[in-house]
């Protein structure tokens, strides 16, 4: 049996390397980049629940300067998952599924939550 040729199952040697899968990936990272801004959310709400002093504590905490590095990121992370998760209701429904339409659909993605992102930080967090 050593020497019988068997057919070699896909990996990730055999697969070229595209936006669909990449936007795959990023996709699962920012669901889980959401995940942490919940629980920053909740440790907010938390505080807004606890009192004025609870809530002086955690409001000096996230206004400080280098903080704006996390919301920043985490705009960027909603507005992706946002816009991807559009997209993927566009397929759900039969939609774009043409490979000109897949490519020009992510990178419309990838601009959407760039600029969106963008404006939203430069509107709100700064």
């Not at 996390?70 to 993927?88: D, E, Q, S, T």
Request: hydrophobic letters at 55%; proline letters at 4%.
């Amino acid at each position: 049996m050593a020497g019988v040729e068997r057919p070699v199952s896909p990996h990730a040697g055999i697969y070229s390397w595209e936006i669909t899968n990449t936007l795959s990936i990023l996709h699962r990272l920012t669901g889980v980049a959401l995940t942490a801004g919940l629980l920053v959310l909740v440790c907010w709400l938390g505080a807004l629940a606890s009192g004025p002093e609870a809530y002086a504590r955690v409001h000096e905490f996230y206004a400080a300067p280098w903080f704006k590095v996390p919301f920043g990121i985490w705009a960027l992370c909603f507005f992706f998952h946002l816009a991807n998760g559009v997209r993927h209701l566009c397929w759900d429904l039969g939609l774009g599924f043409g490979h000109a339409q897949i490519r020009a659909s992510g990178w419309a993605v990838v601009l959407a939550a760039v600029v969106a992102a963008g404006a939203y930080t430069v509107l709100v967090i700064l």
